[in-house]
Nanobody, 122 residues
Framework: QVQLVQSGGGSVQPGDSLKLSCVVS????????MAWFRQAPGKEREFVSG????????YYEDSVKGRFTISRNPNKNTLYLQMDSLKPEDTAVYYC???????????????WGQGTQVTVSS
């Protein structure tokens, strides 16, 4: 059984940093691409960042480029999202997800973490 268990998140002020984690079990971690999505109230789930198998390439949505960093640790079966210079518009529930091949389309992912709230407000 594939499980993705998230941690991190919380409420911060604009300009602060947060780090999200996602521990994966039930599959061969290095054989799967990983991604972060987010969903704000009343909006569709959107792609934030992705990383290919073995960390060969990384991808970012334009609004987070230069502020967010995705990484993966195969020794811990863990995916990370370091979020710096956070803005109010980053407020959303963040989800980790995985599939064999990299995709920016939420509908193509089968396995999801439970979601974690990130709130950026002064």
């Amino acid at each position: 059984q594939v499980q993705l268990v998230q941690s991190g998140g919380g409420s911060v002020q604009p300009g602060d940093s947060l780090k999200l984690s996602c521990v994966v079990s039930g599959l061969s971690f290095t054989d799967y691409a990983m991604a972060w999505f987010r969903q704000a109230p009343g909006k569709e789930r959107e792609f934030v960042s992705g990383i290919q198998r073995y960390g060969l390439n990384t991808y970012y949505e334009d609004s987070v480029k230069g502020r967010f960093t995705i990484s993966r640790n195969p020794n811990k079966n863990t995916l990370y999202l370091q979020m710096d210079s956070l803005k109010p518009e980053d407020t959303a529930v963040y989800y980790c997800s995985t599939r064999r091949e990299m995709s920016a389309l939420a509908g193509e992912y089968e396995h999801w973490g439970q979601g974690t709230q990130v709130t950026v407000s002064s």
